[in-house]
């Protein structure tokens, strides 16, 4: 199973998200004012996708009930969502950046490095 993806995100503006398949895995790419993310695609609520939701800084909103995340580190920033979704590792590389999606952290776990 691939667990790293390139993705171009030149046409992905700030406050922009993409949902990307890695694997079995669906991750959402987000552009936190120019910077880079990708974090689990599932709300930690309802287990339903966040690829709908709406990015502000670095706050993603979930468009099913409004609990929110900081897409950084993954961390929960306000109910009903209480725990956080995992991240992955993501670097700038020729064509976009490259996810890892083995090498998942949650809050606190690995960061973007763009
Ligand atoms: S499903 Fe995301 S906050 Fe409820």
Redesign the pocket.
């Known amino acids: 199973m691939a667990e790293r993806l390139v993705v171009d995100v030149s046409d992905l503006p700030p406050g922009g998200l993409r949902e990307v398949k890695i694997g079995d895995r669906a991750v959402l790419v987000c552009n936190a004012g120019g910077r880079f993310h990708a974090i689990e695609s599932r709300?930690p609520?309802?287990a339903?996708s966040l690829a709908q939701g709406r990015l502000e800084g670095h706050v993603l909103e979930?468009p099913?009930?409004?609990?929110t995340l900081d897409v950084r580190d993954g961390s929960p920033q306000s109910p009903?969502?209480r725990r956080p979704v995992a991240t992955f590792a993501v670097r700038a590389v020729e064509g976009g950046i490259e996810i890892d999606a083995g090498a998942a952290g949650g809050a606190g776990g690995p960061r973007c490095t763009t």
Do not use: R
């Open positions: 709300c609520h309802a339903v979930c099913y009930h409004g609990g009903p969502i």
